[in-house]
């Protein structure tokens, strides 16, 4: 028996006994050095990881996978065209860099499966993606180290993220996920290493350093994705438990415990917030010119971009003027109407809100019923206002009653009624001032900055639209209701007139629509959150098997194919390595009843660590891998959104980490050398299955059926039978 292990501990004997969590002993501990060479050795890792993601690189001349969607967002920036997506602008921004490298002129539409035109160097730009994909492997070795692992451990933990197939295969394309991994490796290691300096130079050059670094790359990764945030999480709960145990500190003067608080508020809240907006100051003002994605802005917004004629539009409403009427909502659409007609209720045309510019969006503002309008005078729409809205192309008046909406059948149907000669009182419609964005004081319902409600006269409904998506014989298009309870708080009951015109009047001109940044910053947030949601499983997509389960991921049960799958097409089918998939979670199961155990007897006075720090830094590797793990994987139990195989990968990384450090843990209790001679052939046989799995990183030309004998799980559909 080793001396300091499994010894039991008298109770009486409190000052040998290995202090619990609660009883902290701060200690100064200095700063461990780099291993000797280490330079040398993260070189070579790096050379190794470059090849594997850069082989063949450019082999498959089309379109593949997600290239479609991100390559097209490269596209857009090079034409500074104004377009709108689910995430956050860094990553695509870096392709668009990419692009211009390239000499992406920004025409390549990127549809799916299609051939690169010869003047795109689309090699370059999945050249770009790789480096960040090659470059999570020296910061993975430097995590192993300054989580103090052996060096051989540190070594594994490289050498584990080169030869996963997955991370390999992901970074090989023009995506965002090499970039939201290496973000993601580069927040956990300044994690690491500012805790490093945090126990034992708080306070120094170098203890502020890495904060500093540690906000930055929290900041770039949320930047990239959304999914940042999971790392944001563990950086805060570390944060959080290293404070809380400051506080018990009574020998810890209050003064430099509240400069504890101020440097994280400064560096890890403050810091990273400035970094993920400037993303978006840049985002608005690379992209000023008008394109696919303006209807999800503000209309004051779209008033600033160029090739927007809202600077034509009047200031002011009045009786018969020519408007598309915009939904205050989050991402809200336009009024619309069209010839189709509800399959039920009453079995009229239907009024739904569209997103995308249509001249099925433009209404005609005409007084009420039995009240003629003199068309040689200009009469204004103030607050209160009595109105009835004409649809332009049809001519139908916008109408409710007392029927049921199609989906949201507990309000009020909304529809298109009667013709230019008749109609009803169910046609009229209160126009109730909310607020002007410009802060106007005016009575007067003002183009693009006027926010108000559209009540039904008649029954006190609201005009509301909730992005509830119809079915499709209502084109997909969000429903429109008349809210009986009505919410007057709610921006879905809100409004503001887009494009304007009247031949009266003369235009507002270009100064008079002017929107700021943080609502502009807000009102995109916002439309991403809920676009997001939104992005529910199509079934048509499950024959295929793209879409999987969370529950799915940890045991490898689903892979993916990324492109065509005919005999002679290049394909490349997204599948992890399995002995590092199945290891990743066995170590995750382990080192928490391994870290279970060790709390356990340390309640019964046992002593498993020889020091205090030991202990402490074995805690810190159960923190940073398991729960790191465990913020990055069981968030998507409770997102309704679609989900692929290619959204575990963060986690993935952090069951990496705890393969690595779970191994370590235990091979150190070997004899040597038997320890490092473990460590070695661990990674050996994973490099074997790697090489074995390899082409479907790199890509096969043959048919998918030659592989018959990598389908170890009967779920992979590597082939079809």
Request: hydrophobic share 45%.
């Amino acid at each position: 028996m080793q001396p300091g292990l499994r010894q039991r501990i008298k109770p009486t004997l409190q000052e040998e006994r290995v202090p619990l969590l609660d009883e902290k002993i701060k200690r100064k501990r200095t700063y461990r050095p780099l291993p000797e060479g280490h330079a040398w050795i993260a070189l070579v890792l790096l050379g190794i990881a470059l090849w594997t993601r850069l082989y063949k690189i450019q082999w498959s001349s089309r379109v593949v996978w997600d290239e479609a969607h991100f390559g097209k967002f490269a596209g857009y920036y090079i034409k500074r065209t104004f377009y709108f997506d689910v995430h956050p602008p860094l990553g695509k921004m870096l392709n668009g860099f990419a692009g211009l490298i390239a000499g992406f002129n920004g025409t390549f539409e990127f549809e799916s499966g299609v051939e690169y035109p010869q003047e795109l160097k689309y090699g370059v730009m999945r050249f770009f993606n790789g480096l960040f994909g090659a470059f999570i492997t020296p910061l993975a070795y430097y995590t192993g180290i300054h989580l103090r692992l052996s060096h051989t451990g540190a070594i594994l933990l490289a050498w584990l993220t080169i030869v996963e197939v997955a991370l390999c295969t992901i970074s090989r394309f023009i995506l965002l996920d090499s970039m939201l991994l290496f973000f993601t490796a580069l927040s956990a290691y300044a994690l690491v290493v500012f805790r490093n300096y945090q126990v034992s130079e708080p306070f120094s050059p170098d203890w502020f350093l890495w904060i500093a670094i540690s906000g930055l790359s929290l900041g770039l990764v949320v930047s990239v994705k959304w999914v940042g945030l999971f790392v944001i999480a563990l950086v805060g709960l570390h944060t959080l438990d290293d404070l809380w145990e400051m506080l018990g500190d009574l020998k810890m003067p209050l003064k430099t415990y509240a400069s504890h608080w101020a440097a994280r508020i400064s560096f890890l809240i403050v810091l990273p917030v400035s970094v993920y907006m400037f993303t978006f100051v840049m985002h608005f003002a690379i992209l000023n010119r008008s394109g696919p994605g303006d209807a999800q802005m503000s209309s004051l917004f779209q008033a600033g971009l160029q090739g927007i004629n809202f600077a034509s539009s009047p200031l002011e409403l009045a009786y018969g003027s020519k408007v598309t009427i915009k939904n205050s909502g989050r991402g809200g659409a336009l009024l619309h109407s069209h010839v189709q007609r509800y399959p039920s209720g009453s079995e009229q045309q239907q009024v739904t809100c569209y997103s995308h510019k249509d001249s099925n969006n433009d209404w005609i503002v005409e007084k009420i019923w039995g009240v003629s309008r003199n068309e040689s005078e200009v009469e204004f729409i103030e607050d209160g206002a009595i109105v009835r809205l004409v649809h332009a192309n049809t001519k139908k008046s916008l109408h409710s009653h007392a029927v049921p909406a199609p989906i949201t059948t507990t309000e009020n149907e909304v529809s298109g009624y009667g013709n230019e000669t008749s109609g009803d009182t169910n046609d009229h419609w209160v126009i109730e001032r909310v607020e002007d964005l410009t802060g106007a004081k005016s009575k007067r319902i003002r183009s693009l900055s006027t926010r108000f409600r559209i009540k039904h006269l008649n029954s006190g409904c609201l005009l509301r639209a909730d992005r509830v998506s119809l079915p499709q014989w209502g084109f997909k298009q969000e429903e429109v209701v008349c809210q009986k309870k009505a919410d007057k708080e709610s921006r879905n009951n809100m409004w503001n007139i887009e494009e304007h015109s009247h031949p009266l009047l003369p235009p507002g001109g270009a100064n008079a629509y002017r929107s700021s940044f943080w609502m502009d910053f807000v009102d995109l947030n916002v439309a991403m959150w809920t676009s997001n949601n939104a992005l529910t499983p199509d079934p048509d997509k499950e024959p295929d098997a793209l879409t999987s389960q969370p529950y799915h991921w940890p045991l490898l049960l689903r892979g993916l194919r990324m492109c065509g799958w005919g005999n002679d097409q290049i394909k490349f089918y997204l599948l992890g390595n399995p002995l590092i998939y199945w290891g990743a979670a066995l170590s995750l199961v382990v080192l928490s009843v391994t870290f279970v155990v060790y709390l356990i007897r340390q309640r019964r006075g046992y002593k498993d660590f020889i020091s205090f720090d030991e202990w402490d830094d074995f805690y810190f590797g159960f923190k940073v891998s398991v729960i790191g793990w465990l913020l990055h994987y069981l968030p998507f139990y409770i997102m309704g959104r679609v989900m692929y195989v290619h959204h575990y990968f963060p986690a993935l990384y952090f069951g990496i980490i705890s393969m690595s450090f779970t191994l370590d843990h235990f091979c150190r209790k070997l004899p040597k050398p038997f320890g490092p001679i473990v460590l070695i052939a661990i990674g050996a046989v994973c490099t074997l299955v790697f090489l074995y799995f390899a082409d479907f990183a790199f890509g096969f030309d043959t048919p998918a059926s030659e592989y018959k004998g990598r389908r170890w799980i009967k779920s992979w559909n590597i082939y079809d039978e």
